[in-house]
């Protein structure tokens, strides 16, 4: 149980256009997902809450009209970079958790975003 | 703020040993969570064993265990009869409540010598 979905695995656009990343929890519902951003050889460092119903929260730095989150459902929430610059390539992982006060969060599996 | 801190970027161990990899955090809460997760090379994230910091039995998970020492905010992961397949970065990552987001240790990348 507890599987995240996440799409595409990887990506590559043209500088300037946009990317939309989707995160989905399959066989639960997640009214919080994370998104995070990883460097090669980093940490994960977390971008934004996405919050399902209302906007987003987002890490200091982040700038919220590049990165837009879209949580609109239960089970689905989108991360879109919008004009997309070579600086914006990186690794992209979400994560969420169902109603479990013990659970650790579950991640997708990433989406590698390279643009050129 | 929450920190953590791992202070090994790098560790080996010889296959079927145990290794120890450290971890430290910083926080003035009572009540959390931390946390061991795996990344192998196919970047997929892994949680390898949890702590409740109410909870003073240490956490254990197959060959993993931890050592919570609350006091000195400090969370080790052993691991034991390692594996060719325990070769991967670990992060240690800390967690205020339920629905808080999840801080990340900046990792220790562990090699796994046959």
């Known amino acids: 149980g507890a599987v995240v979905s996440q799409h595409p695995s990887r990506v590559i656009c043209k500088s300037g256009t946009s990317v939309k990343i989707e995160c989905r929890s399959l066989d639960f519902q997640a009214t919080t997902m994370f998104w995070y951003r990883q460097f090669p050889k980093k940490s994960l460092m977390l971008m934004a809450t996405s919050n399902e119903g209302s906007k987003a929260t987002y890490e200091q730095g982040v700038e919220k009209d590049k990165f837009l989150i879209n949580h609109a459902s239960l089970t689905l929430s989108t991360l879109t970079v919008t004009s997309a610059h070579p600086e914006d390539s990186s690794f992209y992982i979400c994560?969420?958790?169902?109603?479990?006060?013990?659970?650790?969060?579950?991640f997708g599996s990433g989406t590698r975003l390279t643009v050129v | 703020a929450q920190t953590v801190t791992q202070s090994q970027p790098e560790m080996s161990v010889q296959e079927a040993e145990t290794v120890t990899l450290s971890c430290t955090y910083d926080t003035s809460e009572s009540d959390y969570y931390l946390f061991w997760y795996k990344q192998p090379p196919s970047r997929q994230m892994i949680l390898v064993i949890r702590q409740e910091a109410y909870k003073q039995q240490n956490a254990t998970e197959n060959r993993f265990s931890v050592n919570f020492q609350k006091a000195a905010k400090s969370f080790s992961l052993k691991i034991s009869d390692s594996q060719l397949g325990d070769a991967a970065m670990y992060f240690c990552a800390y967690k205020k409540t339920s629905y808080d987001k999840v801080i990340f240790g900046p990792g220790t990348s562990l090699s796994v010598i046959p």
């Open positions: 994560s969420a958790s169902p109603r479990d006060r013990e659970a650790g969060y579950t």
